[in-house]
């Protein structure tokens, strides 16, 4: 063999790689997958290094070779290239697969969705409780009769939302909170079939939009549509850049304590890239400043853990 193996930076101390910290079905996936990969990557890599050697012996300035070697050479040169040639698309195969199910597979445990449970509710769950507590009381009154309530979250026809945020005590905060909660909500990944984002509702229960037509689905930019909204002044939409980066932060840690690997299954970057100005740049702004924080924060555990 050309070349030894070495083990990969992804395991770190035996026992501590990233598929150890979390026993879901999505790791246990994913380090197939991974595996998969690596001895294709190690195949590719020996018949690349063949064909570079029958090559050589062809090209070598020697005396002239008999015809039938030459043949044999070409022949096993094409033999090789053909097998190169599927163990590439073995590995386009694998990246696909792992893409397309691993959102779909459940990353959390019983374990973990007990730990996600724990501790006392946070501020962005208060503020999804008085968002559904003014619901409940805009839904009292006649003229917002389009509000109904299945499986515990408040369905709202479409054609009544302007008029509900404007029954709302505080109609800025309302919809900066919707739209907050909204965006994570619809960054879930294939949620209809996402094993999270029902237990992400379960905590948040997040109002969603009655088209009437199950063929047409809002996105959350739609919230902002309205010209009303349109014309909030600095100061109101400050307050819609506060309450989305309270959700980055809350639905993260949360995401952390439910499935080690939420990445593959929640993303906001597709919702927010379809927002108008000067919504886009003002909620990615709010983005990058969480992450910051979370990033830092993440650093600070690295090192605490490293210094037990």
């Not at 015809?67 to 053909?82: D, F, G, M, P």
């Not at 909204?182 to 999270?196: D, G, P, R, Y």
Request: contains cysteine.
């Amino acid at each position: 063999m050309f070349f030894k193996a070495v083990p990969n930076p992804i395991h770190g101390k035996q026992h501590h790689n990233i598929f150890s910290q979390c026993d879901s079905e999505r790791s246990k996936f994913l380090e197939h997958s991974y595996y998969n990969k690596k001895e294709l990557e190690r195949i590719k890599a020996k018949i690349e290094y063949n064909i570079i050697l029958l090559k050589m012996k062809l090209w070598e300035r020697r005396k002239v070779k008999f015809l039938n070697e030459c043949k044999i050479i070409q022949e096993n040169v094409l033999t090789l290239s053909e097998a190169l040639k599927s163990c590439k698309e073995q590995l386009v195969n694998n990246d696909v697969l792992e893409k397309k199910y691993a959102p779909l597979i459940p990353g959390h445990t019983s374990k973990s969705l007990k730990r996600s449970k724990m501790g006392p509710r946070t501020k962005f769950q208060k503020d999804c409780d008085w968002l559904n507590a003014e619901l409940e009381l805009i839904s009292e009154i006649s003229q917002a009769s389009d509000i109904k309530k299945i499986d515990g979250i408040y369905q709202v026809s479409m054609f009544a939302v302007p008029k509900i945020i404007s029954l709302s005590s505080n109609p800025i905060k309302f919809h900066a909170i919707w739209l907050a909660g909204w965006i994570q909500e619809a960054a879930f990944v294939n949620k209809e079939l996402n094993s999270e984002h029902k237990y992400f509702q379960a905590r948040y229960r997040i109002p969603s939009i009655d088209t009437r037509n199950q063929n047409y689905q809002l996105n959350p930019e739609w919230l902002v549509s309205f010209p009303p909204m349109q014309r909030l002044k600095s100061d109101d939409k400050t307050k819609i850049a506060e309450y989305f980066y309270r959700s980055v932060i809350d639905v993260d840690q949360w995401l952390g304590k439910l499935c080690r690997l939420s990445w593959m299954s929640h993303n906001i970057y597709p919702v927010i890239g379809e927002f108008p100005e000067p919504y886009y740049s003002l909620i990615e702004a709010e983005e990058e400043k969480s992450y910051k924080y979370l990033e830092a924060k993440w650093e600070k555990n690295i090192k605490k853990l490293q210094n037990q």
